[in-house]
């Protein structure tokens, strides 16, 4: 536990000192949760748009650190050896997963504390039971966390990089974080509905719309939580 | 129960997946408080040997124990007895050095104390800069106190003075002396000779993956005794005058540079100064008895 605790620490302080982690983790869902409160002009379809935002907001803030934050992070930490060097010492590799899955979850409380802040401030007001929340989150972290890791386990750190930034990209657009689901055309709509972002967008919306929560966005989730892990765990190389 | 070798290696043989032997049926040992250095050329097998001890490469034939474990079967039960410095990375861009020596102590159960160990390796001033800032030897000499924090029984360490300064390379050959001193076993994998004979007991000669020879730098140094005098002096001397002083045959292999076909005597080179001191000629460098272990590296390592 003493070894879990002090690696935690350690995946913490490196992620928190990283500016370019810290504006992907706070600074851009800040930005866009405040700029688009202000700026009326995306198709919310709620009376205030910070009702609409906060939730996908969150949902961003999940997606953002647990696959593009830990997918680059953990590349890097493999093109320069790092994990070998830790396969070396008497950590072992369940403890090194389980002290990234905690600096992740801590990392995801803060973000959490703080858009919730910055929403509740704006004036939202979740109408919903919030406690779909969690496993919501929970099971999207192991999915995204899983999608961060296939790439990280097998490209070289540049290339995790371009192509964890490229997807988030792409699942912002189509995970109705920012854009609702319903603006987009038909068979794209059913694509996104298909991948982890959107699914977790949706329960987070219903959630806090008082709206039923849709059971293929769960089965989705889940689906994701175990099949990007599984896949990741099959192709890692640690060298 | 007799002791358990720190490492022993047996007809070694790994070859890569493209069809490439790397080593080729390689075998040794080593001690406690023995400092073994694996010495060849680069491409010779050395860091692929180290790996293999190290748990990283499964051998393709033969075995490898370390403290009488074997390093992939056992590997949980042999890293919080080994410390390894890679040849190359293996730190966080973004830690400090007593981050991550904090880090490292936590992993092992009577670790050394970070702030003692920075001191010993000159580190102390750059405790908190990042590792990506500090100088090429500052980086190995984290990696090195980072192979160290734990209290290492066997100590792998994969060309530790690469890119190391004078000064460095001091701290570091003092440093394996301690480890020897308190009973560490420590293979350092080399293609640097006078590191080697700096500061190994015992140097295995390796190119191709083969063993080429193994022993003292002393025993390695006079195994092939010299036969001839070598020595500089003014060019065009009377050779056939030299020659009958010393009673042996002498030739001017270079302008300025003679070789005489005598067994490298004390009498032998008597003569030879007192016949210079006699014709009032300077004596330029003189290389007589053993040879260097570079002489002998490089006699073994071209010819294979």
């Known amino acids: 536990m003493r070894k879990v605790l002090a690696q935690t620490r350690v995946e913490l302080a490196l992620t928190l000192r990283r500016g370019e982690s810290v504006l992907l983790s706070l600074g851009i869902p800040v930005t866009l949760l405040v700029f688009f409160s202000f700026v009326d002009v995306l198709p919310t379809g709620t009376d205030d748009p910070v009702d609409f935002l906060a939730p996908g907001v969150l949902a961003l803030a999940v997606m953002s650190t647990a696959m593009v934050g830990l997918g680059i992070a953990t590349g890097f930490e493999r093109q320069y050896g790092v994990l070998k060097r830790l396969g070396s010492t008497p950590l072992g590799r369940p403890a090194l997963l389980a002290a990234k899955t905690l600096a992740i979850l801590a990392v995801e409380a803060l973000q959490v504390v703080v858009l919730a802040g910055v929403a509740l401030v704006l004036g939202w007001r979740p109408s919903g039971s919030v406690a779909a929340f969690v496993p919501a989150m929970l099971l999207a972290t192991a999915g995204f966390a899983g999608l961060g890791m296939l790439l990280a386990g097998r490209l070289r750190g540049e290339a995790v990089l371009a192509a964890a930034n490229g997807l988030y990209l792409v699942l912002l657009l189509l995970g109705g974080m920012v854009i609702p689901l319903a603006e987009l055309p038909g068979p794209l709509r059913a694509l996104s509905r298909a991948l982890p972002a959107a699914a977790l967008s949706d329960v987070l919306h219903a959630a806090s719309n008082a709206a039923a929560v849709p059971g293929r966005a769960w089965l989705v989730l889940a689906a994701w939580a175990v099949a990007a892990p599984v896949a990741a765990a099959a192709t890692f190389r640690w060298e | ?211 080429l020879a193994e022993g003292t730098p002393a025993e390695l140094m006079s195994s092939t005794a ?57 004596l330029g460098d003189l290389r007589a008895g053993r040879q260097s272990l570079e002489d002998v590296f490089l006699r073994l390592t071209s010819g294979s």
């Not at chain 2, 790996?51 to 051998?59: D, F, N, R, V």
């Not at chain 2, 302008?255 to 006699?278: C, D, I």
């Open chain 2, 1 to 211: 129960m007799p002791p358990v070798a720190a490492l022993v290696v047996s007809g070694l043989v790994v070859r890569y997946p493209a069809g490439v032997v790397a080593v080729d049926g390689l075998s040794f040992s080593a001690e406690a408080g023995e400092v073994l250095a694996l010495l060849g050329p680069n491409g010779a097998g050395k860091t692929t040997t180290v790996e293999t001890l190290e748990g990283y490469k499964s051998p393709t034939s033969g075995t490898v124990r370390v403290l009488g474990l074997d390093p992939v079967a056992d590997h949980a039960r042999l890293t919080p007895r080994i410390g390894v410095m890679l040849q190359k990375g293996g730190v966080y861009p973004g830690i400090r050095p007593v981050e991550a020596l904090r880090l490292f102590a936590a992993f092992y159960e009577s670790p050394e104390e970070p702030a003692s160990l920075l001191d010993r390796l000159g580190l102390a001033k750059v405790a908190r800069t990042p590792w990506r800032r500090l100088s090429g030897g500052e980086q190995q000499r984290l990696s090195l106190a980072l192979a160290l924090v734990g209290r290492p029984e066997v100590a792998f360490l994969d060309e530790p003075t690469a890119g190391v300064d004078v000064a460095g390379r001091q701290v570091i050959r003092e440093v394996i002396a301690e480890l020897r001193a308190r009973g560490c076993c420590v293979l350092l994998a080399t293609h640097e000779l006078d590191e080697a004979e700096r500061v190994a007991d015992r140097v295995v000669i390796v190119d191709h993956g083969r063993l």
């Open chain 2, 226 to 282: 010299r036969t001839t005098i070598e020595f500089g002096a003014p060019a065009g001397l009377d050779v056939a005058g030299l020659s009958a002083a010393l009673g042996a045959p002498v030739i001017e292999t270079r302008p300025g540079e003679y070789s005489a076909a005598a067994e490298p005597a004390p009498a032998t080179v008597a003569k030879l100064t007192a016949w210079l001191a006699e014709h009032d000629l300077p």
